[in-house]
């Protein structure tokens, strides 16, 4: 014959330990919902990107040295545009540095604006006396350049030679009062377009100041 059993009644103990009990289940889950709401509104580690920052203040005109220039990462969203890549030693700043600045490819010159030329070209200005040739020039446009012959007797013009042949400007900047790039331009010139040639077609148009007329090729 089975026995009829009872529950023995709880005592203080039994109390203390399941109120414990509960205190640690409790505890345990508040812990668990901190650590679920951290890792919820935590926000995840930025991406960086490598750039070039000045070791010192460095002067207009000074070429790049490994020592001029430090590696750091950066947050990608803090990096300005045309950030200098890290192998951009050597390249020559158009402008003051301060230190600590990050390099960009405006506070060099030369490297921009002949980026992707032949290696030896050369940058240089066209005197343009027609105002309409001037205003209807373009960067990356191509261009004849073709220089009036004089008498050397008379003076008078007695033809044209072509100085350059299909030559891409560069650049077309705004006419001033001072003339071109290079200083004041010859009388009756109006602007000055910057071209890439190499370095004899250089020598040729240096030559032919103020007897040029410039050519536009179709495209």
Do not use: F, N, Y
Request: charged share 20%.
């Amino acid at each position: 014959m089975l026995r009829e059993t009872t529950p023995r009644p709880a005592g203080p103990r039994d109390r203390r330990r399941r109120r414990l009990a509960r205190r640690w289940l409790s505890a345990g889950l508040s812990a668990g919902a901190a650590g679920v709401a951290v890792w919820a509104l935590s926000p995840p580690a930025p991406q960086t990107r490598a750039v070039l920052v000045a070791t010192r203040d460095l002067p207009a005109g000074a070429a790049l040295a490994d020592t001029d220039v430090h590696r750091v990462q950066r947050p990608v969203a803090t990096v300005p545009d045309g950030a200098l890549e890290p192998a951009a030693a050597g390249a020559v700043l158009a402008g003051a540095v301060r230190r600590g600045e990050v390099l960009t490819d405006t506070r060099t010159t030369g490297a921009g604006l002949l980026a992707g030329q032949p290696p030896g070209t050369l940058a240089t200005t066209v005197a343009v006396g027609d105002r309409a040739v001037l205003d209807g020039l373009r960067p990356g446009a191509r261009v004849d350049v073709l220089a009036r012959t004089d008498d050397p007797v008379t003076g008078l013009a007695t033809g044209a030679e072509r100085v350059a042949t299909d030559v891409v400007v560069l650049a077309v900047p705004a006419a001033t009062a001072s003339g071109g790039l290079l200083g004041p331009a010859p009388a009756g010139a109006t602007g000055s377009v910057l071209v890439a040639v190499d370095a004899p077609t250089a020598a040729d148009l240096a030559a032919a100041a103020g007897r040029t007329v410039l050519a536009l090729r179709a495209p």
